[in-house]
C-alpha cells in the first residue's frame, strides 16, 4: 500500500462574488454593481466572516468570539445591528433578505 500523498490546500481566492456585490480580499473593498460600498471595519469582517462560512448556521455567541474577539464584551443584539446595517448595504431589498438569512433561534446563515 501507498500513502497517498495529502492535497496541498488550495491559495485562498482574491476575492468572492454574489448577486452585484463583489468582496475584494486584497483591498479589503467591497463592490455592488461596480461601485464601491463604504463598510466599516466591522461590517466587512463580519461580511468575510459569513462568505467562509457559507451554507452554515453560525450562531450570535459564535459571530461575538470569532468577529468581536474574546475581550470585546457586546451582547448579541451588537450582532442582529450590524447584521442589519450589513443587509442595508448588500442585499437587494434589505426587509426580505437573500444571502443573509436569519435562522431564527440558532443565528444567521450565508447563501451565495
Keep these: 500500500r501507498r ?17 452585484e456585490v463583489r468582496i475584494d480580499y486584497r483591498s479589503a473593498e467591497v463592490f455592488r454593481g461596480g461601485e464601491p460600498i463604504d463598510l466599516s471595519a466591522r461590517e466587512y469582517q463580519l461580511l468575510r466572516h ?7 448556521i453560525v450562531s450570535r455567541d459564535q459571530l461575538l468570539n470569532e468577529v468581536w474577539g474574546y475581550n470585546a464584551m457586546p ?12 443587509r442595508q448595504k448588500i442585499e437587494p431589498n434589505p426587509k426580505h433578505p437573500q444571502f443573509l438569512l436569519t435562522v431564527h433561534g440558532l443565528g444567521y446563515k450565508f447563501i451565495g
Design 3 to 19: 500513502a497517498v500523498p495529502a492535497a496541498a490546500a488550495p491559495a485562498p481566492a482574491d476575492g468572492y462574488q454574489f448577486g
Design 50 to 56: 459569513m462568505i467562509e462560512h457559507r451554507g452554515a
Design 75 to 86: 451582547s448579541t443584539r451588537t450582532v442582529d445591528v450590524h447584521v442589519a446595517w450589513l
